[in-house]
Nanobody, 121 residues
Framework: VQLQASGGGLAQSGGSLRLSCAAS????????MAWFRQAPGKEREFVGS????????YYADSVKGRFTISRDNAKNMVYLQMNSLKPEDTGVYYC???????????????WGQGTQVTVSS
């Protein structure tokens, strides 16, 4: 599975952005999908994930209630809708694929290349 994230950019505090992740291959629906982010000087951290069918999603406490993950298996796409953005949401956002729905970055099977999100105060 090859992943390509897009949609990052500059947003003001309180604003919104929508990230997209396009996946190649016909096995997309076999993978749970996750989003991670990495701020300068910090470790890559879990943001949220969605099950293979899209029936359930899980979020880090820091983004719960503000971010929403969705997927379209027919289009091989996963999305991260980010609302009420805060400066601390700034970082490079990565999509990742994993067969088992893990939230540990060390267990992901595939990674996208990342897209920069910058939130100004």
């Amino acid at each position: 599975v090859q992943l390509q994230a897009s949609g990052g950019g500059l947003a003001q505090s309180g604003g919104s952005l929508r990230l997209s992740c396009a996946a190649s291959g016909r096995t997309f629906s076999r993978y749970a999908m996750a989003w991670f982010r990495q701020a300068p000087g910090k470790e890559r951290e879990f943001v949220g994930s969605i099950t293979r069918s899209g029936s359930a999603s899980y979020y880090a406490d820091s983004v719960k209630g503000r971010f929403t993950i969705s997927r379209d298996n027919a289009k091989n796409m996963v999305y991260l809708q980010m609302n009420s953005l805060k400066p601390e949401d700034t970082g490079v956002y990565y999509c990742a694929a994993d067969q088992y729905g893990n939230m540990d970055r060390r267990l992901m099977d595939y990674w996208g290349q990342g897209t920069q999100v910058t939130v100004s105060s």
